[in-house]
């Protein structure tokens, strides 16, 4: 077909670019009378030139381009603020959608990588008893091109500087109550075409849905799975994370070890660490026990206080009893020395909040 006969949909009912698999966007191209090559040749422009501009696509035709911003929207929503924490290695990103809701993102540097965190709801079902997010209750499922636009935000406040960054579903929300988008967003993130994730790179956390847990086993995407797992008993787990009531403690480890078996990875075990709640040295042979039973690695986030709630972080003394009882025990420990704790406690899981 030719140029001149493009019919472009007005203004904001063009679907958003972020929310298409290269796949759609080229049924979607097509729908409108245009080669399917063209989607192609945009989504190398966004994700791999990281050219958002329709007229600076040099390569496609000027009418094409002057078309594109009524075939797919490609404007991300807007960044209401960035913090920076003290050291200037953490961001926390608000970013505020078409109908206002808001969320959160935060990106995080280390010497070895870039890692982002990312939301998937606005609020929380499952209100952990800990979490700031929880506090909220539910607001709505992100869209997944709510969800990818948190990582071109990102990428582009850092000015793509590095390719090889990390992304970790842990930010405000459960990913596996919002399934359908945050595996299109994996899908997204994965193109070749694309940002070309590799699915290493990826990690989906989840307070412990079983049931979406078996569902994504089956899928096979081969991201990494982390649970946030926090109690070794069924009894203080049914407090901190009462989903713990519907699927207990065994089933969860069942599950990520299917999981786990499936996709030839180890289960990441979150553990916030409490003060005076689940941070004795019992907790840690039990915590060791846990990890010895499945390959495994144990995250450890000292907690940061969030104004509200009167869970304590534990002393300095108390988290070093803690990791060196559990070090010598379990197969691979990490703790993670938040940076900026305000910065954190804000993002609903890597806050220090699950
Ligand atoms: S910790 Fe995660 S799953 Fe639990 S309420 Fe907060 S955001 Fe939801």
Redo the contacts with the bound molecule.
């Keep these: 077909m030719s140029q001149t006969s493009l019919t472009p949909i007005t203004g904001p009912s063009a679907p958003n670019f972020f929310g298409m698999s290269r796949e759609r966007l080229r049924a979607h191209v097509e729908g409108m009378g245009v080669p399917a090559f063209r989607a192609e040749q945009v989504y190398s422009w966004v994700y791999q030139k990281h050219v958002r501009t329709p007229l600076d696509m040099t390569n496609l035709p000027l009418a094409f381009r002057e078309a594109l911003p009524g075939i797919c929207d490609l404007e991300l929503p807007e960044t209401a603020s960035v913090h920076k924490s003290p050291d200037g290695n953490t961001h926390k990103f608000v970013i505020r959608l078409a109908d206002g809701a808001r969320v959160e993102s935060v990106s995080m540097r280390t010497p070895k990588r870039l890692t982002f965190c990312i939301s998937s ?1 606005v609020g ?5 008893s ?5 506090l909220m209750g539910l607001k709505r499922n992100l869209k997944a091109h709510e969800i990818v636009a948190q990582v071109v935000a990102m990428g582009e406040f850092h000015g793509w500087q590095d390719d090889r960054f990390n992304i970790v579903f842990m930010g ?3 990913p596996l109550a919002n399934m359908e988008a945050v595996t299109e967003t994996i899908r997204i993130l994965h193109d070749e075409n694309g940002l070309n994730l590799g699915a290493r790179r990826l990690t989906v956390s989840t ?1 412990g849905l079983v049931p979406q847990i078996r569902e994504l086993t089956k899928l096979k995407l081969q991201v990494g799975l982390a649970i ?1 797992l926090h109690a070794t008993t069924d009894a203080l787990r049914d407090e901190l ?1 009462p ?1 713990n009531k519907r699927w207990p403690i065994a089933e969860l480890l069942d599950a990520a070890q299917e999981y786990g078996r499936t996709i030839g990875r180890r289960t990441t075990l979150e553990y916030t660490l409490l003060g005076g709640v689940n941070d004795s040295l019992e907790d840690a042979d039990r915590l060791a026990s846990i990890a010895r039973s499945m390959p495994s690695k144990v995250n450890i986030i000292p907690y940061n206080p969030v104004p509200g709630l009167d869970w304590k972080r534990p002393s300095k003394e108390a988290i070093d009893r803690f990791v060196e009882r559990l070090l010598p025990k379990a197969p691979a420990v990490t703790v993670r020395h938040t940076q900026g704790g305000d910065i954190w406690a804000a993002c ?2 890597l806050g220090g ?2």
Excluded at 124 to 128: H, P, Q
């Design positions: 709801q929380c079902a499952l209100k952990c800990f979490c700031a997010t929880g405000m929300g459960e307070s946030s994370v989903v609903g899981q909040l699950s």
